[in-house]
């Protein structure tokens, strides 16, 4: 198997990091057959988190022998100008359009932390589901299951994480995960956990082969990331949702932001709009 090239990529903001990491995620789509070690670092405010963050992105420039890619929101000059003179990529996505806004409109921009997402209720709702997310990712906190707008079962390494924060940064929706381990595969009835929150339930599945791929990149060699231990795993969880009439994708040859479409597509919630 061709060894898939890997690239470490630093999301930069003295804000949330929603802006760069969006922005960011949108470019990296664009090369897929790339894999990206991504670290967001945010409320980077100071000089002397500035300089912090340039020591780790040299220390990880020379460690991997590769410079990093580097998508920065910074909103005042002297911290971008302090940033850019790390050994990276430095993407900087304020300075690149708002100097050339500033001379079209013969206006100086304010230079305000935090004006990418306006204030208000749209904005808190989609820092408040982040957070859910992030509190409620791989089965964790399982008690607060009933706060959830859906919650993703599938697979190690079938895409629920990042499909989880898609809908809160996107749609705002209170999305937690549950990994289906071997444990629960003993029987095709749902983990008793779950079934009170049925309704609220949505299923990845995902080639064996392609599973196989991303797990040998995590635990090499292992059981864990075995072809025989994946397709057991797989064939077992699509029973599963087979057995409980939940509704289901195959994610192999999807984004995503493809998937959360179909999610949404097939669900159709209420009270959900695009950010």
Do not use: W
Request: glycine letters at 4%.
């Amino acid at each position: 198997m061709e060894k898939q090239q890997s690239r470490v990529v630093f999301f930069v903001s003295d804000g949330t990091g929603i802006t760069a990491n969006t922005f960011g995620q949108s470019l990296l789509t664009q090369f897929d057959t790339l894999h990206f070690e991504q670290i967001l670092l945010s409320r980077i405010d100071t000089e002397e988190k500035v300089q912090a963050v340039v020591r780790q992105i040299n220390e990880t420039a020379q460690h991997y022998g590769q410079r990093p890619i580097v998508f920065a929101t910074l909103t005042e000059n002297r911290m971008r100008h302090l940033l850019s003179t790390s050994n990276s990529l430095f993407l900087d996505l304020f300075g690149k359009f708002i100097e050339p806004l500033e001379l079209e409109l013969q206006t100086k921009s304010s230079h305000a932390k935090g004006k990418a997402h306006g204030v208000g209720t749209p904005y808190n709702q989609r820092i408040e589901a982040m957070n859910f997310a992030l509190e409620h990712d791989d089965g964790v906190n399982i008690k607060h299951y009933e706060k959830a707008d859906i919650i993703l079962v599938g697979a190690s390494r079938s895409g629920k994480t990042p499909t989880c924060v898609y809908l809160a940064m996107h749609f705002g929706m209170a999305a937690a995960n549950y990994p289906l381990t071997e444990d629960d595969l003993e029987t095709l009835d749902l983990p008793a956990i779950l079934k009170p929150f049925k309704s609220k339930l949505f299923g990845l599945t995902i080639q064996a082969e392609r599973l196989q791929e991303i797990r040998q990149k995590r635990r090499p060699d292992s059981r864990y990331a075995s072809i025989q231990q994946c397709q057991f795993e797989v064939q077992r969880i699509e029973a599963i949702y087979r057995q409980a009439h939940l509704p289901y994708v195959n994610t192999t040859a999807m984004s995503v932001e493809e998937i959360a479409t179909f999610i949404l597509q097939t669900l159709k919630p209420k009270n959900i709009r695009a950010f």
